[in-house]
Nanobody, 127 residues
Framework: VQLQASGGGLVQAGGSVRLACAAS????????IGWFRQAPGKEREGVSC????????YYADSVKGRFTISRDNAKKTVYLQMNSLKPEDTAVYYC?????????????????????WGQGTLVTVSS
């Protein structure tokens, strides 16, 4: 099972970035996918989650209205569109999946509920 996050880079404040989470050896369409981030010296925090069929989405208050999560199960990819970026959005972003099909954790953005993790992608927002 592999999840791979990509799309990070350096962007100016106010700019946009789209991250992608691709899956291999893994039927991504069966699983909810969460996005998490970890800034230097800080704990990992949940950013967003999308249900397996894409019918439900969830966002941390800090990104609500600026970030949009979506998925294309035919392409085995989940996206995180990040707009109006702020320097405090600077972090390594990870995608993750729980260990149960068609299930969204009751505490949606609790990282301990997620079993499969991809390598992260760094997003740096300059002021």
């Amino acid at each position: 099972v592999q999840l791979q996050a990509s799309g990070g880079g350096l962007v100016q404040a106010g700019g946009s970035v789209r991250l992608a989470c691709a899956a291999s050896g893994f039927s991504l369409g069966y699983y909810a996918i969460g996005w998490f981030r970890q800034a230097p010296g800080k704990e990992r925090e949940g950013v967003s989650c999308i249900s397996s069929r894409g019918t439900s989405t969830y966002y941390a208050d800090s990104v609500k209205g600026r970030f949009t999560i979506s998925r294309d199960n035919a392409k085995k990819t989940v996206y995180l569109q990040m707009n109006s970026l702020k320097p405090e959005d600077t972090a390594v972003y990870y995608c993750a999946a729980p260990n149960e099909r068609h299930w969204v954790p009751p505490v949606v953005l609790d990282s301990t509920e997620y079993h499969y993790w991809g390598q992260g992608t760094l997003v740096t927002v300059s002021s």
